[in-house]
């Protein structure tokens, strides 16, 4: 064997795809069985998908599919990063991974991908929320980095957001002094704004303050 070319790595520790592969340049390459490395491999964390084979004369070739990090899980005191299906994919390593959206709640990213790619057909919202709170084991709560809430219905969460959305852009309502968003009851938008600022807001908003 003289050479080892892998294909798709951007996350898997390259010490461990060695460590798997065990073989040194100069051995022969019909003692390296790619099934057995294939399913070691494919029990990486990071590794959704491996291709393993021997490309004769002296090539060992690894391909592989690794998992799409969706967010960070903030659960029990420990964050991890977790891919579309729940998959915990690290609990250590979170370079470029920061502006991932923090999901919190023990079921949570078992519940989330409806709710990201919802939201992430929302830029203008998706831009500015930070945290995402799975609440009573049916519906979400976004934490906006400026701190306010935003509470989600349990159904039409498409809907919610879009209207939400479009008040941003009209009304800029995200820059208001307003400390939560109920999207909750369908066609109908409440807001809790900071005490003594009531007044300020009663013409621009559609529904009550409270």
């Known amino acids: 064997m003289q050479d080892i070319l892998v294909e798709g790595r951007?996350?898997?520790d390259p010490d461990v795809l060695r460590?798997?592969?065990?073989?040194?340049?100069?051995?022969?390459?019909?003692?390296?069985?790619?099934?057995?490395?294939?399913?070691?491999?494919?029990?990486?964390?990071?590794?959704?998908?491996?291709?393993?084979?021997?490309?004769?004369p002296d090539t060992i070739y690894i391909g592989l599919i690794e998992?799409?990090?969706?967010?960070?899980?903030?659960n029990k005191g420990k964050v991890?990063?977790?891919d579309s299906e729940g998959v915990t994919l690290t609990d250590h390593k979170f370079d470029g991974l920061t502006e991932l959206i923090i999901l919190?709640?023990?079921?949570?990213?078992d519940h989330a991908h409806e709710m990201l790619t919802l939201?992430?057909?929302?830029?203008?919202?998706?831009?500015?929320?930070?945290?995402?709170?799975?609440?009573?084991?049916?519906?979400?709560?976004?934490?906006?980095?400026?701190?306010?809430?935003?509470?989600?219905?349990e159904?039409?969460?498409?809907?919610?957001?879009?209207?939400?959305?479009?008040?941003?852009?009209?009304?800029?309502?995200?820059e208001k002094d307003l400390t939560v968003i109920d999207l909750r009851q369908q066609g109908r938008m409440t807001v809790r704004t900071r005490p003594g600022a009531v007044e300020e807001y009663k013409a621009g908003l559609k529904g009550d303050n409270i």
């Open 104 to 109: 919190v709640g023990e079921n949570a990213p």
């Open 80 to 82: 991890r990063v977790v």
């Open 19 to 56: 460590a798997i592969i065990n073989i040194e340049r100069g051995d022969p390459i019909f003692a390296f069985d790619p099934d057995d490395a294939k399913d070691l491999i494919e029990r990486i964390a990071w590794v959704k998908e491996a291709h393993v084979e021997r490309r004769l």
């Open 67 to 74: 998992r799409e990090p969706m967010a960070l899980w903030q």
């Open 155 to 174: 159904d039409d969460m498409g809907l919610a957001l879009r209207q939400l959305a479009q008040a941003a852009e009209d009304d800029h309502l995200l």
């Open 119 to 153: 939201l992430a057909a929302e830029p203008v919202i998706r831009e500015q929320v930070e945290a995402a709170t799975y609440v009573g084991d049916r519906r979400w709560d976004l934490k906006l980095k400026n701190e306010m809430i935003v509470k989600l219905p």
């Open 10 to 12: 951007i996350h898997s």
